[in-house]
């Protein structure tokens, strides 16, 4: 009769430890189960800043080569404009230059003709 009160403690004492272990595991089950879903949320969250992020340094690349196009397209015209400026003025110098060369001409012919009437 000891014997088997012995056993029967021995088997309560057992069942019990097993019942702990049992709580022990269910609640590390659970914990894993709570820091899986926290990583998974931070994941999907990362995730979204970093389409953000993305889709902002692609709006922000994209703006700047529209910039950089439309200062290329002003650079070309103020270039085009300083040629045609360049070419009216060298136009009119040379102009100017033919009329004093023209009317130097015309002085040294007067001076000839007027030398010799004399």
Partial sequence: LKLKAGEHRKSLK???????????????????????????RKLKETSAEMRAEKKAAQQ?????????????????????????QAAVLKRKIDQASAKEKARAELERKRRVAKSMRL
């Fill in 60 to 84: 922000k690349a994209l703006r700047m080569m529209k910039d950089s196009q439309k200062l290329k397209i002003e650079l070309m015209k103020m270039k085009n404009d300083a040629q045609k």
């Fill in 14 to 40: 057992m069942k019990e430890e097993a019942q702990k272990k049992c709580e022990r595991l269910m609640a590390e089950i659970a914990e894993d189960k709570r820091r899986r879903a926290d990583l998974q």
